[in-house]
């Protein structure tokens, strides 16, 4: 079983939309899937699904002696899919204690599934962030914004230093220096992971030694949602370079996904995208996230090697052109339907050139550099 853990820090990014999204495209494929809730207090999956009212789920279970957890996980209308709702009735339940989610995590990890996937709560709360550390391999996503790009690293950053916290416990010198971080009211943001890695190393080899092995594990996947423009993809590389530098971390690019207006329609409509329009830009690209999960499911997570990881992110590059190309044939649907008038057409299509021709410079002048570096490369 694989627990897909989907986070952002910020709210409004697409964390739901992908987790709904993707539990049904993994479910059409035959994968037994278990969607859970978890962004307790803002539970809003049960809409996103389509589910209708907001059927009894984990705050009932944590609140309610007679509720068992097996009750609250529920069939939904997609074959091989099962949903537990959240449940934002229950007051408080965004700060469950340590307890209740040390029970909630152990029955997660009992569910019998193929894939569990977990939409989580915005911000960086210990229970968010020891959900995430559910999995080694679960998603972030970003929109292009700069405050949402941002969080993605602050929120990696966070978890990053949840796992030191934890993995350092009982009385050490490690553990002071650790504490005495914390203690800084902005420790933290200062604090240049690497740089403590080392020294945590030289306080306490024995323990570092057990951090380093799940470290080695912790391989977060990244999804840039609410793209206008394929150009927008390069920003996820500044992500990774950042978590390369400052965290020490490599992540995988699974995909960009376009802004589309169809998913306000599909919203409406209560019916997740993928069902609504399965051919729209939105689920296509939900799609191909699906494959490489199932793909990188078959595979040993640690063999993805460096040039996988660099492939990665040209192939998001290549989609994201190909998107664009997919979404102005849409634009010209929409001209001869009469939703556009020629004047906003001609005004997009220009827009559009003129960052074609822009990417086009941008493309030669990487070539350029590529082709200098590799001769030089061979005179060496
Ligand atoms: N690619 C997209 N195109 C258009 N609207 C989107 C897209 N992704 C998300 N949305 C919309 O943005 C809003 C926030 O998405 P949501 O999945 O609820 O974010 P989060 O769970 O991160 O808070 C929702 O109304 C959703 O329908
Ligand atoms: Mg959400």
Redesign the pocket.
Known sequence: MQIIPIA?G?????????SVNLSIALAQSGKKVVLADL?LGGS?LHM?LGSGKNASGIGSWLTRTDVEFEDIIIDSEYPNLRFIPGDAEIPGLANITAGQKRSLIKKIYSLEADFVVL?LG?GTSFNTLDFFLTSGCGII?TSPALTATLNAYLFLKNVIFRMITTSFRGKSPAKEYIDKLAAKGDGLQRVYIPGLLEKLEELDPKKFADFEKKFFKFKPMLVM??IDNPKDSVKAEKIKRSCEQYLGIEMEYLGV?????L??VA?NSRLPIIKYKPESV?SMAVYRITDRIIQKSLEDNNMLDIQTLEETYQNAEMEAEMDFDYKQQDLEAMFHSGALTKGELIETVKSQQFEISALKKENNLLKHKLLKASQQGFKL
């Open positions: 952002g910020k709210g409004g990014v697409g964390k739901s939309l992908l962004d809003n996103m939409d915005a996503v949602n609410m996904i376009f802004r589309d207006h998913q306000d919203l939105i």
